[in-house]
């Protein structure tokens, strides 16, 4: 039977290192995955995901009292990639991220590209607690419950949320069709 | 679900890119390597099992307990230092427990390695090695075990505490939090800084002799520097006042060069923010070498080439600056340079200064890249130095650039106590250039160099590397003076209070005066190094503190006028035995500096400001600038310009 992760992450707060290497094994793509969901950047998403491998040993620490591992990372991510888009808007950059499609369009397919230009227009549009919202619910599959968790939010919040992504998403037809 | 939101979750699924085996190896081992850093340096008594898996096992639990009062400042730091420095304390005995709080700086020593590894260096053999390092330097860690020790005091602040003294578990679990408040999250600033509170008040009647060794490292000028510019009044840990105030150089009468190698200034000057006060000032001026009289040199630069080097600040920065550097040099100085990073490499075997096309060439091809492997680097550096050194008569010194930790990869402490102390005993010496803010350890650079009888630079500019390895080479290479330390005894009678500003980390224990073998600063060619008490006579109402009740009757039954007696010890390079300089202080001493000593104030008072000083009677930045402008001088390089400038921004900040 596999160790669960809560498991592993005890053994790696005290030092076993082959735990620690599993854990980030079994959890890389999912750092990376919630933080591309969130930033809409490759590039972004997999600085992020290397900076949180090389910060969680530190972390693991705090790790104590939490009843899953899943839902602590998950936390990680968000908290990390709002510090990405923190950073990117003090530098007065040019958002990036969901705004530049250009990356998604290499080597598609045109009729991919049209629901990549509707979801970048969609993510774009989209405030930020939204968009994490989105990365959760719909990206990680998770219940209402798990998402209130993981952004330490009431569950009737998320409902919320995930209505107004709803009506957010029906603005934007209906301005399509208006065109 | 519903339409909108199905349509959502697929197009988010199929734009997800699947995941980068490259990126994810990269990652993982970057989280590999913080961990074993991690690991290697925590210290927690609450996983008592861990401790026996690692070198730092050797440290006994009881030195760890008295270790526990170090603080941590960033809680997400990795931290080998913490664990350095307890080595340090099993391997010297050094370590001074704080008897009562009063926030005195404990003494300390080298001495005690030092008697071992220095004893018979040769008087004319003398490596210089400059170390260009980076993150994990194994070897250089060990090295610097005994000195961080030896500069500090109890509370020397190691600042992360990767995993959990106490302190650091209760703040750790306020992670997720500070992450979020956190804007720069992912580039931790890690900086370390020794935790010195300041020089307390001392009354004479209980406690009239001060000791302490002179510093001549600028560091921490620097690094204030840094700070002002970034926009941010630097943490009060970073600020050395002594440094500051050393960072600048003043026109004290300069020696007629022989017998005694520096001139001794003294001069009692009304005290800027207190006007029932006095300040002593103190100008020490080593004699000037003349680039053509100078022997020639060696020169080892060990530069760290690991991944973290990579920021503009840091490798290009210091390419740039050996660049400079090598213009100056003499066709009979040869050069070195040994890198390491994954391996360790010489790049560059020893060549003839006049070669600059081959050691530019070589400077050029340095690239940052792969983590680090610093033992071997160090080894190699000091082998090539040694190697130099062999049959002539230049000066060896390695010269390490760094840009912080140095703590991953040693195997046994004592093997390193002993290469260490061999290095000492082979005459090569050791400087550090510190490169890059984030996670600069500057209480590692400041030990470091102390122990390799260098000193300790924090290079930010090129502006900076042109000061410290151009106009002032004669200094950062050629020693003139060692073990110099200052003593002064108050006279009771009539001065009741006194407090020396700065040199905290310096302080010296008075029974090591007269105690060769009892290290201390080096002054190098040229070098200006001041020193300020502030003094309170006797029946000033400035007195904070009450005449004891029952206190001693008669004090100062030898009344004779004198404020205090001077005495300083200094050893010339090579040599075992000190001589001795004194002089009695008067209340008129003047030397006669100009403007000289009131410059120095200001940099004085101001370093006291951003320390938090608390007696400065609201005296602000504003009236330090005005007193640095009219004091400012010739200043033929600009530097006094640019510290009233930081002034200026240091106000603003407020």
């Given at each position: 039977m596999e160790t669960s992760n809560e498991k592993l992450a005890e053994l790696a707060a005290n030092g076993d290192e082959a735990a620690f290497r599993s854990l980030l094994q079994r959890h890389y793509a999912i750092i990376f995955r919630v933080g591309f969901r969130v930033l809409g950047n490759r590039e972004d998403a997999e600085d992020l995901a290397q900076d949180i491998c090389a910060a969680l040993p530190k972390k693991l620490a705090s790790f104590k009292g939490h009843a899953r591992f899943t839902t602590w990372l998950h936390q990680i991510v968000i908290n990390g990639a709002r510090d990405v888009i923190r950073r990117k808007q003090s530098a007065r950059r040019k958002a990036s991220g969901w705004g530049e499609t250009e990356v998604l369009r290499r080597d598609e397919a045109a009729e991919t590209k049209a629901e990549l230009d509707w979801l970048s227009n969609a993510m774009t549009t989209m405030p930020q607690d939204l968009r994490e919202t989105v990365a959760l619910v719909l990206g990680e599959d998770m219940t209402h419950g798990q998402a209130a968790e993981v952004l330490d939010l009431s569950e009737g919040t998320i409902s919320w949320r995930m209505s107004e992504v709803k009506k957010h998403l029906r603005e934007i037809a209906r301005k399509e069709e208006m065109l | 679900m519903n339409d909108e939101l199905d349509k959502l979750k697929a197009a988010m699924q199929s734009a997800?890119?699947?995941?980068?085996d490259t990126a994810q190896a990269r990652a993982i081992d970057a989280g590999m390597e913080a961990f074993e850093k991690n690991f290697q340096g925590s210290v927690d008594a609450a996983r008592p099992t861990r401790e026996q898996t690692r070198w730092w096992a050797l440290i006994s639990r009881g030195v760890i307990d008295m270790l526990k009062p170090l603080t941590s400042r960033q809680v997400m730091m990795a931290t080998a230092s913490f664990a350095t420095i307890a080595l340090a304390v099993v391997l010297t005995g050094q370590y001074n427990a704080p008897n009562n709080g009063t926030g005195e700086v404990f003494a300390v020593s080298e001495a005690k390695i030092d008697t071992l590894g220095r004893a018979q260096a040769p008087s004319d053999g003398e490596v210089s090695v400059m170390v260009l390092e980076e993150a994990d330097m194994a070897a250089v860690s060990e090295m610097v075990a005994a000195p961080v020790m030896s500069m500090a005091d109890t509370r020397m602040e190691v600042s992360g505490l990767a995993a959990p003294s106490p302190v650091a578990t209760s703040r750790m679990r306020g992670f997720a939090d500070a992450l979020y408040e956190a804007p720069m999250l992912y580039q931790q600033n890690t900086d370390k800084f020794p935790d010195a509170d300041m020089n307390p008040l001392q009354v004479v009647s209980e406690d009239p002799v001060s000791t302490f060794s002179i510093d001549v490292d600028t560091a921490s000028y620097a690094f204030v520097r840094s700070a002002i510019l970034g926009g941010n009044l630097p943490p009060a840990d970073a600020v050395r006042t002594e440094e500051m105030i050393n960072y600048f150089a003043y026109d004290y009468p300069v020696p007629a060069r022989g017998d005694v190698p520096f001139t001794t200034s003294v001069t009692i000057m009304d005290t800027p923010w207190n006007p029932d006060t006095k300040l002593l000032h103190i100008g020490i001026k080593g004699y000037e070498l003349a680039i053509e009289d100078r022997p020639p040199v060696n020169l080892v630069f060990l530069i760290d080439t690991s991944g973290s080097m990579q920021d503009s600040d840091k490798l290009p920065l210091l390419i740039n600056s050996f660049r400079l550097m090598l213009a100056n040099l003499q066709p009979d100085d040869k050069v070195a340079i040994v890198t390491y990073a994954g391996s360790a490499g010489t790049v560059l075997e020893p060549t003839s200064a006049s070669d600059s096309t081959a050691i530019l060439a070589s400077l050029e091809r340095l690239y940052a890249a792969g983590s680090t492997a610093g033992q071997a680097g160090l080894q190699q550096a000091y082998a090539l130095a040694e190697q130099m050194a062999n049959g002539n008569e230049a000066t060896s010194r390695v010269i390490l650039a760094t840009d912080g930790d140095f703590n991953v990869g040693i195997s046994d402490p004592e093997a390193l106590k002993t290469y260490v102390e061999n290095k000492r005993e082979s005459g090569v010496y050791l400087s550090v250039l510190g490169f890059g803010r984030g996670n600069y350890n500057d209480a590692l650079m400041q030990t470091l160099a102390q122990n390799g009888n260098g000193t300790a630079a924090y290079i930010d500019t090129l502006a900076e590397a042109q000061k410290v390895l151009v106009d002032q080479i004669g200094g950062a290479l050629f020693t003139i003076a060692q073990d110099v330390k200052i003593q002064v005894e108050f006279n009771p009678a009539e001065i009741a209070e006194y407090r020396l500003i700065g040199y905290e980390t310096r302080a010296l224990n008075r029974e090591d005066f007269n105690n060769d073998a009892v290290d201390a600063g080096e002054i190098g060619a040229g070098h200006t190094v001041t020193a300020i008490y502030e003094i309170t006579p006797v029946g000033s109402p400035a007195v904070m503190v009450d005449d004891l009740r029952y206190g001693t009757e008669e004090v100062g039954s030898l009344n004779t006028g004198e404020y205090a007696f001077l005495k300083l010890r200094y050893k010339t390079p090579g040599e075992d035995i000190s001589k001795l300089i004194s002089t009695p202080i008067l209340p008129?001493?003047?030397?006669?500096l100009g403007g000289e000593a009131e410059f120095a104030a200001a940099v004085a008072g101001f370093g006291q400001i951003l320390r938090g000083d608390t007696l400065m009677n609201g005296w602000e930045v504003s009236d330090a600038q005005a007193l640095a402008q009219a004091s400012k001088g010739e200043d033929r390089f600009g530097y006094r310009s640019e510290l009233i400038t930081l002034m200026r921004l240091a106000e603003s900040l407020n």
């Open positions: - | 997800t890119p699947e995941v980068d008129d001493a003047d030397a006669g």
